[in-house]
T-cell receptor, first 111, second 117 residues
Framework: QQQVKQSPQSLIVQKGGISIINCAYENTAFDYFPWYQQFPGKGPALLIAIRPDVSEKKEGRFTISFNKSAKQFSLHIMDSQPGDSATYFCAAARPAQKLVFGQGTRLTINP | NAGVMQNPRHLVRRRGQEARLRCSPMKGHSHVYWYRQLPEEGLKFMVYLQKENIIDESGMPKERFSAEFPKEGPSILRIQQVVRGDSAAYFC???????????????FGEGSRLTVL
């Protein structure tokens, strides 16, 4: 039932660099694409989300890029900071349906 | 304004025992979801409940697992006759309504970590 594929599994970026995490989905009925951030020992927390009627959404240093024809979306973290080190999950949902999560990306920002 | 509350945070059980995990959703939220996270893996959907109703249990194993969300009190995920493969973090999430769900606005608790010896 893997409907959302996420890559890479782990990522190391230098402080100040750009972190990029990619996701691909299969179900064209998905209409909501959030990203969650999870710190060790904590629950996931919503970071940013996008709907397929826009190709990009930006909130501070975080940007989602969405390519509907390719069924792909990605998270960009600009000026990455050590405090951004966490596991990031993409997800997708159909209207009024459960969230389906990707496998997660463990991001490490080196100082 | 308290968030989603889960307890216990850590639970150790021996094989064959029962595990009960509790979840109190955020105030005003009537929709509860349970997800399981295995080490180094993503979040796998288990069940979606509203008060007194199971809406979607497509992710629940057919045996040993059950969930409820009574009219009064927390939601409970129950695992009978636990096996070592049940060791995982179990996360509860809540949302205020289906419109909230349509937007994917799930608020997660900090999880219950089950270890089966």
């Amino acid at each position: 039932q893997q409907q959302v594929k996420q890559s890479p599994q782990s990522l190391i970026v230098q402080k100040g660099g750009i972190s990029i995490i990619n996701c691909a989905y299969e179900n064209t009925a998905f209409d909501y694409f959030p990203w969650y951030q999870q710190f060790p020992g904590k629950g996931p927390a919503l970071l940013i989300a996008i709907r397929p009627d826009v190709s990009e959404k930006k909130e501070g240093r975080f940007t989602i890029s969405f390519n509907k024809s390719a069924k792909q979306f990605s998270l960009h973290i600009m000026d990455s900071q050590p405090g951004d080190s966490a596991t990031y999950f993409c997800a997708a949902a159909r209207p009024a349906q459960k969230l389906v999560f990707g496998q997660g990306t463990r991001l490490t920002i080196n100082p | 304004n308290a968030g989603v509350m889960q307890n216990p945070r850590h639970l150790v059980r021996r094989r064959g025992q029962e595990a009960r995990l509790r979840c109190s959703p955020m105030k005003g939220h009537s929709h509860v979801y349970w997800y399981r996270q295995l080490p180094e893996e993503g979040l796998k959907f288990m069940v979606y409940l509203q008060k007194e109703n199971i809406i979607d249990e497509s992710g629940m194993p057919k045996e040993r697992f059950s969930a409820e969300f009574p009219k009064e009190g927390p939601s409970i995920l129950r695992i009978q006759q636990v096996v070592r493969g049940d060791s995982a973090a179990y996360f509860c999430a809540s949302s205020p309504s289906t419109s909230g769900l349509a937007h994917g606005e799930l608020f997660f608790g900090e999880g219950s970590r089950l270890t089966v010896l």
